[in-house]
Each structure stands twice: as C-alpha cells, then as structure tokens.
C-alpha cells in the first residue's frame, strides 16, 4: 500500500514539471533574433546590416539597459579576439556597433550597476 502512495506522489508531482519550465517566460525571440537563458535573464541578440542589437528581460517583462555595464566580446574562428562597449539606447536595448562575421562566438557581458552581479550569455554568429 505504501508503494502505491508514493508512486501517486511521484506522478503528482511530475505533472508540476511542465509548469516550472514556464515560470522564467517565455523562451520565444521578441524582436526577431535568438536568445539565451542566463540564470532569471532572457538575453535576445538580433543582427543587423551593421549592428548587434541586444535585449534584456526578466519573465517576459522588460528590465531598462542602462541599469547595466555590458560588453560584447568576440571571438573570431582564427581566435582574434576583441571587446567592445555595448551602448544602452533605450528601454531594454543595447547595440554594438559593427557586426562579427559567420563563425565568430560572440558573449554579451552584463553587470548590474546596482548589485554588481554578472551575466552572461554567449552566441555563435552564422
């Protein structure tokens, strides 16, 4: 009887898995581009023409850009490496002038202004 129990409490509780993965938001790109969890922060990257342009948010909801330091740093495929200031434009918004080229890996650096906590969020450009 004990076996029955627990194995309604394991099914019980495997039914609530679906659920959690949801709690974060949306994982679906809002602007067009392709995104990355990083801990609670959903980091979406869109490429344009001549720019990288980067958006922050938290459950589906916006967090201001200029609440953080962010760099973008770019690894190219022979290894030449660069770093470069991302500039916080407006609402969740940051862009990065220039664009790496295909194969490069590209990680958005973020620091909270605030609370000094870091995030990360890295990318290979196709």
């Not at 938290?58 to 330091?69: K, R, T, V, W």
């Not at 890996?105 to 909270?112: A, F, W």
């Amino acid at each position: 009887m004990n076996h029955l129990k627990v194995l309604a409490l394991s099914a019980g509780a495997l039914t609530l898995v679906p659920g959690l993965a949801l709690a974060h938001g949306s994982m679906r790109p809002s602007h067009g581009g392709v995104v990355q969890m990083s801990g609670e922060i959903m980091v979406e990257l869109v490429t344009k023409p001549k720019a990288l342009e980067i958006y922050v948010t938290e459950e589906d909801e916006p967090i201001p850009a200029a609440d953080f330091d962010g760099t973008l740093i770019v690894t190219a495929p022979g290894g030449a490496k660069t770093r470069s200031a991302l500039k916080a434009v407006s609402g969740n918004k940051f862009v990065s002038s220039g664009r790496p080229g295909s194969g490069s890996k590209v990680v958005v650096s973020l620091i909270e202004k605030k609370s000094s906590a870091k995030t990360f969020a890295s990318f290979t450009m196709k």
